[in-house]
C-alpha cells in the first residue's frame, strides 16, 4: 500500500549500477574484501527483503463464530474483542490501521517493507536489516577510497567555524 518499498528497490538498484560503472573497476585490486562482503552479502539481504515484503507476517484471520459464540455464552465481552479484525483479542497482537490487518505478535508498520513486521517475518527482517548494514558499510568505505584515490579529501583538514581552530598555548 505504500510506494517507499519501490523507491527502495530504485535507489539500491541505482547504487548497484554505479558500482559497477564506477566503484568496482576503479578500487578492485585494493580493497577486495569489501567487494567480497557486498558480494557475499547482497544476495541473501535481497531475498531477506523479498520475504519479508512478501511474507505472510502472523495474520490472524477473522473469527466472527468464534467472537459470536463467546459474546452468547458471556466468555467475551466487547472489551476482549477487536472490532476491525472481527476476532478476540491476544496477548501481544495488534490491528495495522495502516495496513488493515491484525497480527500476531505485531512489532511494527514498516512502509519502507510496504508490510506489517510480526511474527511471521520478523526474522527476515532482522536479517535485511543486518545485511543492508554490512552492505552500506562496505559501500562506505569503497566509495571513501575512490574519493581518496581520485584526489578528493574525505574529511578537509579543518572543518568547522573558523574561531574552533586557533591553536592554545
Given at each position: 500500500?505504500?510506494?517507499?518499498?519501490a523507491?527502495?528497490?530504485?535507489?539500491?538498484?541505482l547504487?548497484?549500477?554505479?558500482?559497477?560503472?564506477?566503484?568496482?573497476?576503479?578500487?578492485?585490486?585494493?580493497?577486495?574484501a569489501?567487494?567480497?562482503?557486498?558480494g557475499?552479502?547482497?544476495?541473501?539481504?535481497?531475498?531477506?527483503?523479498?520475504?519479508?515484503?512478501?511474507g505472510?507476517?502472523?495474520?490472524?484471520?477473522?473469527?466472527?463464530?468464534?467472537?459470536?459464540?463467546?459474546?452468547?455464552?458471556?466468555?467475551?465481552?466487547?472489551?476482549?474483542?477487536?472490532?476491525?479484525?472481527?476476532?478476540?483479542?491476544?496477548?501481544?497482537?495488534?490491528?495495522?490501521?495502516?495496513?488493515?490487518?491484525?497480527?500476531?505478535r505485531?512489532?511494527?508498520?514498516?512502509?519502507?517493507?510496504?508490510?506489517?513486521?510480526?511474527a511471521?517475518?520478523?526474522?527476515?527482517?532482522?536479517?535485511?536489516?543486518?545485511?543492508c548494514?554490512?552492505?552500506?558499510?562496505?559501500?562506505?568505505?569503497?566509495?571513501?577510497?575512490?574519493?581518496?584515490?581520485?584526489?578528493?579529501?574525505?574529511?578537509?583538514?579543518?572543518?568547522?567555524?573558523?574561531?574552533?581552530?586557533?591553536?592554545?598555548?
Amino acid at each position: 500500500p505504500t510506494p517507499h518499498g519501490a523507491i527502495a528497490a530504485g535507489g539500491i538498484a541505482l547504487a548497484y549500477a554505479y558500482y559497477a560503472a564506477v566503484l568496482l573497476p576503479a578500487t578492485w585490486g585494493a580493497h577486495a574484501a569489501a567487494h567480497w562482503v557486498l558480494g557475499v552479502c547482497t544476495g541473501p539481504m535481497v531475498a531477506c527483503f523479498l520475504l519479508a515484503w512478501k511474507g505472510d507476517p502472523g495474520l490472524i484471520p477473522a473469527q466472527p463464530a468464534a467472537v459470536i459464540a463467546g459474546l452468547a455464552s458471556g466468555e467475551l465481552g466487547v472489551e476482549d474483542l477487536v472490532m476491525p479484525a472481527v476476532s478476540p483479542k491476544y496477548p501481544r497482537a495488534k490491528f495495522s490501521r495502516m495496513f488493515n490487518c491484525y497480527v500476531a505478535r505485531f512489532d511494527h508498520d514498516c512502509p519502507w517493507i510496504s508490510n506489517v513486521v510480526g511474527a511471521g517475518n520478523h526474522a527476515y527482517f532482522l536479517g535485511f536489516v543486518a545485511l543492508c548494514t554490512a552492505c552500506l558499510a562496505a559501500w562506505d568505505y569503497l566509495c571513501l577510497r575512490h574519493l581518496a584515490a581520485a584526489g578528493h579529501a574525505a574529511i578537509p583538514p579543518r572543518c568547522g567555524p573558523p574561531a574552533l581552530h586557533h591553536r592554545r598555548a
